[in-house]
């Protein structure tokens, strides 16, 4: 442009102040896209072909001429102005196509997981997904909640750089290595990280990915986890309503087994071995009524249908009567109960629900103790609270096992092996304590004693201050 400008005003014998700012113009033009360099090369070259080719005396380059200089600096710094303008321009724009082009991808990323399935969503679905949408070379996620790294592509060194940015909790970026890790938090906890490998832009592009792949990953976990919640609480209902009915539908039976062998008995025309026969049949079809009973309240504990009602109860009188029932059944056991000092407060309780929750304890101490053994019960009071300690002889209860025989269905170890059992009494007397805001536990502090113990704690009643009008 500047030889083309020089032949046309030099054969139109332009005047040198016209020829300059066409000069001018060819140079706004040209540093509208070139950098800082040629910029001022250009200036340079227009000032010497000027001076050159249209100042007096012509063919000459008199530099020393004050009017080259100013016109040089003039040149120069319309070039650099000029260019530095165009050059911000073109970063602008530049930076808009990109995040354009970042907002984009991440829109179809958004969509794209949130189309997926949450109870198949897992994190090699995810990283699939993120490699086919930013057109990844490899990408690796390490699940920190189960210490599983997964892995997509040809993942190599990226796995182990993905693992050590999560226990580092720091996120980082290896523009030569064209490498990008992040972390995903929840809570204000690092529960995983990510790493993308050929990643178009990492500064833009991999924080937000991190952020949906991680929603998307706790997505997946919060929906397979209300799934199990759903399917669990079917369970539990169908579960209480067949123990329910069965329940009920025991009741009716048994009432006449009872009433019929009551019966026979008044009837005072049975033999001795007959009367043993008919008390047999009315003791086992009682017990089956307390079992039935038993199944019945575990039921309505499980779906939440009892309602306590509390009134004020006298703890020792509760366990004296429970241990006068297991007395006479078990005549040759011995049953021992001991009141600490001062005798413990009244409770507000529900005396049925509290006898149940005893009855359970006991008929434990029966049942995996030897008959020769006996049966200690201690009722004691402190901390605000009413402790009832039921102790029995039998094998100790293995460590790995103390938290679980609380369990619904579970049976220890050794107690399979002595006596059987539904694995529901504990159950269903930690149920109870817990109902009536106290707790149900292992006594360690009779270990020495061998043996097992268990605590029933139960909080005192409140009692009424008198007040003077």
């Not at 540093?31 to 080719?53: E, K, P, Q, R, T």
């Not at 008199?62 to 003039?74: E, F, K, Q, T």
């Amino acid at each position: 442009m500047l030889a083309a400008l020089t032949l046309i005003a030099y054969a139109l014998r332009l005047h040198p102040a016209v020829t300059g700012c066409a000069y001018l113009v060819a140079i706004v033009l040209n540093c509208l896209d070139c950098v800082m360099s040629v910029a001022a090369l250009l200036s340079i070259v227009a000032v010497g072909c000027l001076d050159y080719f249209f100042i007096e005396p012509r063919f000459t380059l008199n530099v020393a001429n004050p009017v080259d200089g100013a016109v040089l600096i003039g040149f120069l710094t319309v070039s650099m102005v000029t260019t530095r303008l165009a050059s911000r321009a073109r970063e602008g724009a530049k930076a808009a196509r990109r995040e354009h082009e970042n907002l984009a991808r991440l829109y179809e990323l958004a969509q794209t997981l949130l189309g997926l399935d949450p109870l198949r969503t897992d994190p090699i679905k995810i990283l699939e997904t993120l490699q086919n949408v930013l057109r990844l070379e490899a990408a690796c996620i390490f699940d920190g909640t189960n210490a599983q790294m997964y892995e997509a592509g040809q993942a190599g060194s990226l796995a182990e750089k993905t693992r050590d940015a999560f226990i580092m909790g720091r996120d980082a970026n290896e523009p030569g290595a064209a490498t990008a890790l992040r972390c995903f938090r929840a809570g204000g906890k690092t529960i995983g990280a990510i790493g993308f490998r050929g990643l178009p832009d990492p500064e833009g592009l991999a924080g937000p990915a991190a952020a949906l792949a991680g929603g998307a990953i706790q997505r997946g976990q919060a929906a397979r986890e209300a799934a199990n919640a759903a399917a669990e609480a079917r369970v539990e209902t169908l579960r209480s309503a067949i123990l329910d009915a069965l329940a009920h539908e025991f009741k009716t039976p048994l009432a006449a087994i009872l009433t019929a062998a009551g019966g026979l008995r008044e009837t005072g025309r049975l033999g001795t071995a007959e009367s043993e026969l008919a008390e047999i049949v009315e003791n086992e079809a009682e017990r089956l009524s307390r079992l039935s009973s038993r199944l019945l309240r575990l039921a309505r504990l499980d779906v939440e249908e009892v309602r306590l009602r509390l009134e004020p109860a006298n703890i020792v009188d509760l366990v004296n009567g429970v241990v006068a029932r297991y007395a006479r059944r078990s005549p040759e056991r011995e049953f021992t109960l001991a009141v600490g000092e001062p005798a413990p407060p009244e409770i507000a309780a529900d005396p049925e629900l509290v006898q149940l929750a005893l009855s359970q304890l006991v008929d434990n101490a029966c049942k995996y103790a030897p008959r020769e053994l006996p049966v200690r019960i201690r009722v004691e009071s402190a901390g605000g609270a009413v402790h009832v300690v039921v102790w029995n002889g039998g094998p100790a209860i293995r460590p790995a096992e103390c938290r679980l025989i609380f369990e619904r269905f579970y049976r220890g170890s050794e107690g399979r092996q002595m006596a059987s059992g539904t694995g529901l009494g504990l159950y269903v007397a930690r149920k109870i304590a817990v109902a009536h805001g106290g707790a149900l536990e292992l006594d360690h502090s009779e270990r020495a004693a061998g043996g097992v113990a268990f605590r029933l704690s139960l909080p005192a009643a409140e009692e009424e201050s008198d007040s003077d009008g």
